[in-house]
């Protein structure tokens, strides 16, 4: 059977999430190049201020420069000397400052900048997409999950997963065919997409089955990143199709592992789908 679907641009709804990593890679490198400039300027008002003030120095060691004993310079020689060295361990206290704040932002820069290079490493392996989405893959989450729980517990923030079960899946492709099912999926990793934060991915886990990895994310913002999916409508036939979908959640504990998330997750997606 011939399927129409009235839907969005498909290469724009294909676009994974990866170029956000990228983007972060190229903004780290940027703001370290920007950095370097600033460095550089620092170093330049360090050796203007430093010529400054042994020319003080100088002038004030030898007041027969001056002719008129009312000149400007004409004062006490150890005075000038004293003022200038007051004013030498100021700048001095200001540029190691700047220095030491210089250098911890490179630091930090560097390291935004690998950790971005790494995941965009990861993302762009085709093994870690599914092609018909978009999404990342059951294996990728496998690996990933791992390290957003480490980093959990290193800062000692939330992490939870979004579980999304498509209702009636088979049902669609029984009744309007394989094109109808593609769009509803591509539909959906679109909205999955969108609804997502710069630190969420989406997952396909099944056929019918989506995961949302949400790092930091509470009770609250969790719903909310859930509601942002919104009502999923196709047009095939000359029909209007409403796809429902069915939410739930598991929340990351202190001592959970990558497989007690997972196995918690599948758990309530079988329950959907019996319930189905």
């Not at 200001?94 to 560097?110: A, P």
């Amino acid at each position: 059977m011939q399927s129409i679907l009235d839907l969005r641009d498909a290469k724009q709804r294909s676009s994974p999430l990866e170029g956000v990593p990228v983007i972060r890679a190229l903004q780290a490198e940027s703001d370290l190049r920007q950095l370097q400039r600033r460095e550089w300027w620092l170093w330049l008002s360090a050796f203007l201020v430093t010529t400054l003030s042994a020319v003080a120095f100088l002038l004030s060691s030898f007041p027969s420069f001056f002719r008129h004993s009312d000149h400007f310079y004409d004062l006490r020689s150890d005075q000038v000397r004293w003022g200038v060295l007051c004013l030498l361990l100021l700048f001095n206290g200001w540029f190691l400052y700047r220095h030491w704040s210089f250098r911890r932002l490179r630091r930090q820069l560097t390291m935004q900048s690998a950790s971005s290079a790494s995941h965009a490493g990861q993302i762009l392996d085709p093994a870690s997409l599914d092609p018909a989405t978009g999404l990342y893959t059951r294996g990728f989450i496998e690996q990933q999950l791992g390290k957003e729980i480490a980093r959990s517990r290193r800062q000692n923030t939330s992490l939870s997963l979004a579980t999304i079960h498509i209702d009636g899946f088979d049902e669609v492709s029984n009744r309007y065919g394989l094109s109808a099912t593609d769009g509803a999926l591509k539909e959906l990793a679109w909205r999955l997409k969108k609804a997502c934060r710069g630190s969420d991915f989406a997952v396909r886990w099944a056929t019918d089955d989506f995961l949302l990895v949400l790092p930091e994310c509470n009770l609250g913002e969790v719903e909310l990143v859930l509601r942002r999916l919104g009502p999923v409508e196709l047009t095939c036939l000359g029909r209007k199709i409403n796809l429902t979908y069915t939410t739930g959640r598991v929340d990351y504990q202190p001592g959970d592992m990558p497989s007690d998330l997972l196995k918690s997750a599948s758990q309530i997606l079988h329950l959907y789908e019996n319930a189905g």
